[in-house]
């Protein structure tokens, strides 16, 4: 017998599937942007008393692009949970690890002021690009060339 479960319940797990799978993928693509030892932190901050602004765009970049990329696809695939959940798990990922750069000491405070700016980035970018495959995602089972349908 199969006990029926909540749709919150249901929709709550497929979110934490979601935020594991982009944790995931952000990982790797730091590993593999950053592969000597201490990654983006060690490009970063190495040998410095200020902090490398080149080096922390660069680790921004490939944070936002591990992000969104993945999350688009989920998001336009039909992933069980909604496009605005994706969106905030995606966010909170990305912020999560930049607020590690933002408050790593030593640093110069023109650097840190830079790395504080961009904070902002993340929610904006995931968002807007979740919300476009949403969209998309939305015309596409509209006018029936949805595959899964």
Known sequence: MRLPMPRWLK???WTVLAALILAQVMIMASVVVFPMGGGEYHAIFAYT?????GAALKAYGTYLLSLAVPAGLLVWSGYPARWWLV???AAAVGLLAWW??????PQGIG?????????????A??????????????????RGTDPAA
């Open 11 to 13: 929709e709550a797990l």
């Open 100 to 105: 590690g750069i933002c408050t790593w000491e």
């Open 111 to 123: 650097f840190h002021t830079a790395v504080i700016a961009l904070l902002p980035g993340f929610p």
């Open 87 to 89: 969106a905030s798990v």
């Open 49 to 53: 008393e200020t902090g490398r602004l």
């Open 125 to 142: 970018v995931l968002f807007g690009v979740c919300w476009a495959a949403a969209r998309r995602s939305a015309r596409r089972r509209v």
